[in-house]
């Protein structure tokens, strides 16, 4: 699995990283999981609440995006999105 992180504020990217992962004795869950922790380290920023709009979306679409208010911490930036590629 290849995820990418991208940090936005406004319509400005300030920062975006990829990560991939690929163990075939992990279920897509957990490699999903330890993907987007290792981008949230990257990217050197707390993991933010993953809600139900996420699962819908990154299941619909293949990403999905996380606002400042998902953050337990406070954080510089608007949105966090993150992108799975095929």
């Not at 990283?17 to 897509?28: C, H």
């Not at 979306?57 to 510089?76: G, I, L």
């Amino acid at each position: 699995m290849k995820l990418t992180g991208t940090l936005i504020i406004g319509t400005k990217t300030i920062k975006k990283i990829t990560v991939e992962k690929d163990d075939p004795d992990m279920s897509f869950h957990d490699i999903l999981e330890e993907c987007f922790i290792d981008l949230c380290k990257g990217l050197d920023i707390p993991v933010p609440i993953w809600m139900k709009k996420n699962t819908t979306e990154f299941s619909a679409f293949r990403r999905t995006f996380f606002t400042n208010e998902q953050f337990t911490e406070k954080v510089n930036f608007d949105r966090l999105e993150i992108r799975m590629h095929r």
